[in-house]
């Protein structure tokens, strides 16, 4: 058994030994101490094996939703963990606690137990007798099925200061994947050398030498074949110049206004500066003669309807939620939403890369009144990750896995709410100016402290 498969059983183990409160089937409040649980991704991995209980073992991670910025009236669908550990009980209570209320597959991670929040309790606090007892009977259920047979005794103990991954390292449970053909340092150089010769990054072309460290940092995985085939793959469909950006913006624009009457639309302009929206709107000013307006100055006007907004890639959705109802960008959000209300009045985003997931929680937003809807040229889901096994990206089902873990572990060092990218998107998506943050983190995030590592595509 592999580490991954081995690792989602005793996790599902672990859950099913901690759900011992008897109840009404509700939602569940995972309590993790900040000093007093095992490690950050083991304390993760048992809230979505709560989460996923009722689905089958080998399913998905579910969506991963920071607490201050989820909207409880439109809740995602499925399995969900809803971080809120930074939040005042006081808040999450008021938040969450009808939103949670008929919720099975919904956890909420806390600090402390919240008493009004009508949820199951769940404990993973190392101090109490019953986390031990039930982290003893997982380990005892899981060494059956693998037939372990050697001493076992100090496996609770490891677990609980070092995680799953060190009984791995100290016992070795799980099988090890099997050793990849080997390539010589030439092959490598020459492969980086080519790869890159097409691709620039804000501005400046990308070295031959950068690739080379950044696949050279997956030796300790045994995973550089792997590193080359998603570059190959980076090239082939992921890496998005600016050019083809615009091109599919204005694409999109232009088959809008077929669908409407022109003297109704206009394009506004909602982010504050630092995002991409200011540099897209300069790319696409011949577009619109009139150019992009604020909405304070549209609001005014009788005859326009219709607001377009612009944006590159819509990853989670958050900016334009936070742009459109949260004040947070350079829109009254109690004045649009009243616009929203009135007459034919909407809003049409228009994106050259969506996913699936950000374009749901846009449109499904209660403040929205069903009339901002989301057009993209290229629409993302689970299906286009780069581990998707409708993709072939990688020699085999055994390798793909192999290198699905090597990002996993890395991506939660450098991420750990979303080492597969937001949402668990696991996109390979890259611009020519900045990177999603669905994409993996070993693309784009910076180590730091023990765990040096260098991105080839930094984020801004």
Sequence with gaps: MRYNEGARLFYRLLAEHLLIEVGPHTAIQL????????????????????????????VEDPPFLRGADVDPGSLPEGGLVIDCRGLLSTGVEERFHAALSARTNVVVLVRAAIAQLGCRVVSLDWNDKAVIDAITASFAALLGQLGFREQAIEMPTRFLTGGLRQVQSDFSLFEKPSRQH????????????????????????????????????????NAISEALA????????????????????????????EQDDCDQARIVSIQRPGKSEQMLLYELRDIDEKGPAQFSEVVRSSSICHLVCIDDVIGSGTTFIDCLFEDLGTVDSNELVSWLRRDDNRITIIAAVASEEGTRAIENDTRSHGRVKVASSRLLSHDDSIFSSNRSVFENAERREAFREACTEIGRKLSPSHPLGWGNCQWFTVTDYNTPDCSLPVLWAEGSGGFPWQPLFPRR
Excluded at 249 to 255: C, D, G, P
């Design 31 to 58: 309590v993790v101490p900040e000093y007093a649980s095992p490690p950050e991704e083991d304390s993760l991995a048992v809230a979505r094996a709560l989460a996923t209980r009722e689905e089958e073992l080998l």
């Design 182 to 221: 080997g390539l010589t340092q030439e092959e490598v150089i020459r492969f980086c050398e080519s790869i890159r010769q097409t691709w620039t990054y804000r501005g400046a072309p990308v070295s031959g030498t950068a690739v080379r460290q950044w696949v050279e940092q997956f030796a300790h995985f």
């Design 230 to 257: 998603s570059l190959l793959y980076l090239n082939r469909e992921g890496f998005i110049p600016k050019g083809e950006i615009t091109n599919r913006l204005v694409a999109l624009y232009h088959k809008l206004m």
